[in-house]
């Protein structure tokens, strides 16, 4: 049986923090102190909350079609690329960066 949450560590604030099964990297971040800009608000309409999964992408939701279009538009490209407002945290450990260069 797999555990009800996640232990996500935000990198460079080297924050570790409890994330509660659905949510999503953005909630869990701005909850512990973890600053990540978000222009559109976690609606999916830019791009500026970009992350790179470091570990623990299996224990994140897949990303579905909105997500990646909107990467691909915006040219960032990269299998661990993705939108901290549309990670969704199932359940393990996450290792993640914010502020990335997310352009490769």
């Not at 049986?1 to 509660?20: C, I, R």
């Not at 701005?30 to 999916?44: F, K």
């Not at 500026?48 to 909105?66: D, F, K």
């Amino acid at each position: 049986m797999k555990p009800a949450g996640a232990s996500v560590t935000f990198l460079p604030a080297n924050v570790t923090a409890a994330a509660v099964k659905g949510e999503s990297l953005l909630d869990c971040a701005l909850a512990h102190g973890v600053r990540i800009e978000c222009e559109c608000g976690g609606s999916c309409a830019c791009t500026t909350c970009c992350v790179r999964i470091i570990a623990g992408n299996e224990a994140l939701s897949v990303p579905e079609a909105p997500e990646l279009d909107r990467l691909t538009l915006e040219g960032r490209h990269g299998t661990a690329l993705r939108l901290a407002c549309q990670a969704l945290v199932f359940y393990g450990d996450i290792l993640v960066e914010t502020n990335p260069d997310c352009s490769s």
